[in-house]
């Protein structure tokens, strides 16, 4: 088990950093949090020291990621709260069996379990259909799969509209850059943007799905291929590994893609 910190900078000084991150006024989080705007005040600024209890209380009402609420325990002098295990520890034994059971399940169609920074920690055969035509480059872990859809060499150039699935990906990590103020997110954000923005690509219009969700529509010999992609996050983690891991599934959007997926995991007899 691991626990991650961040020597420096004062318990107060990272509470105020993360209200006014959150947009939240001394009096609202004194309000939420059953304390009063003064002593608050005296926390940020150096005056008071908070309990952990009051930590953890105030860490809660800002929606602050597991590992930050640890560091601000450490920065005020106190023992981490949330533990952070190697997936590979015997605590985490049942998470793996049902991320299994998940990835497993959704055969023939492409899934995988990424952890904070997208980097890939499982998937299922069927996500062979993404990465077939990718550069050993961007397959040699720690393979992140951001970097893998939009990178030239990798999903890209099979992506049929490229421009709005890019804009979609590129949303989601700077919003999740923003809330979790996470420095290697950002840094993946900024190297995301350098790469083509697909705006040569004229995608086909025939179909209406792009009216109701965003999908994925990919290349795959001569056929266009259609995914609805879901995002599942596991409930209440108390372990800063599990709360950042997230499976990625995509789900075929019409029959072709339905077909496609099904002929793909069916095995080809062999001649005697």
């Known amino acids: 088990m691991t626990t991650r910190t961040r020597p420096g900078r004062p318990v107060g000084q990272l509470l105020r950093d993360w209200r006014r991150r959150r947009g939240v006024s001394q009096l609202d989080l004194s309000i939420e949090a059953g304390v009063s705007a003064r002593h608050l005040s005296f926390v940020e600024t150096g005056r008071s020291r908070p309990s952990p209890d009051l930590i953890l209380r105030l860490a809660e009402r800002l929606d602050m990621p597991l590992a930050e609420r640890n560091t601000m325990l450490l920065a005020g002098g106190y023992a981490p709260a949330y533990p952070s295990h190697e997936l590979t520890d015997p605590e985490l034994a049942p998470f793996r069996a049902a991320v299994r059971q998940i990835l497993d399940g959704h055969s023939p169609s492409p899934a995988v379990l990424v952890d904070q920074h997208w980097q890939l920690v499982e998937a299922n055969p069927a996500v062979a259909l993404f990465t077939a035509d990718a550069k050993p480059h961007l397959l ?58 697909g705006d040569d690509v004229v995608a086909p219009t025939s179909h209406d799905l792009s009216r109701v969700v965003i999908p994925l529509r990919y290349r795959h010999g001569d056929r266009e291929l259609s995914f609805i992609s879901t995002t599942t996050l596991f409930g209440t983690p108390l372990d800063v590994t599990v709360s950042g891991l997230a499976v990625e599934a995509f789900f075929p959007a019409d029959p072709v893609t339905t077909d496609t997926l099904q002929a793909l995991a069916t095995p080809t007899a062999g001649t005697g």
């Open 140 to 197: 040699a872990p720690p393979v992140n799969v951001l970097r893998l859809s939009l990178h030239p060499d990798g999903m890209a150039p099979r992506i049929l509209n490229l421009p709005e699935w890019r804009a979609h990906l590129l949303a989601r990590l700077r919003q999740q850059a923003a809330t979790t103020n996470d420095p290697i997110l950002s840094d993946l954000l900024e190297e995301l943007r350098g790469y083509p923005s």
